[in-house]
């Protein structure tokens, strides 16, 4: 099975539109693809989807978050990266997908798309 970590930006998108993002969450729901996620990517995400913006209740934040760990491998990462010095916030992306053994990102991320590669770990778009 294809291991990926999938930065907060397509989780949200999958969770308030149905495009790209949501097919590649559903071939996480499906068993097609591993998906890896660590504590530190768990709480941007339930962050961001706590915004106002999103309209969701605290539980429904919970639910959704709770959705994501029972379909998902937590990583806790031992690896510390600094590659990315402009938004240094997403090197967590790359550190779970070193430590997990990711095959690849998906992000809708510039300063990760950039990369395009990392330790053998392809960085692509959904």
Do not use: W
């Amino acid at each position: 099975m294809i291991r990926v970590v999938i930065d907060t930006n397509v989780l949200i998108s999958a969770f308030i539109t149905y495009g790209k993002s949501r097919k590649v969450l559903d071939r996480v729901f499906t068993g097609k693809i591993r998906l890896l996620i660590s504590p530190a990517i768990l709480l941007e995400f339930e962050e961001v989807l706590s915004r106002e913006k999103f309209g969701l209740t605290k539980t429904q934040v919970q639910r959704i978050v709770s959705l994501i760990i029972r379909s998902s491998e937590v990583i806790e990462p031992k690896t510390k990266i600094t590659l990315i010095t402009e938004d240094p916030d997403d090197n967590k992306i790359l550190e779970c997908a070193v430590d997990g053994r990711a095959k690849h990102i998906i992000t809708g991320d510039s300063h990760l798309l950039k990369i395009r590669k990392y330790k053998n770990i392809r960085i692509v778009e959904p």
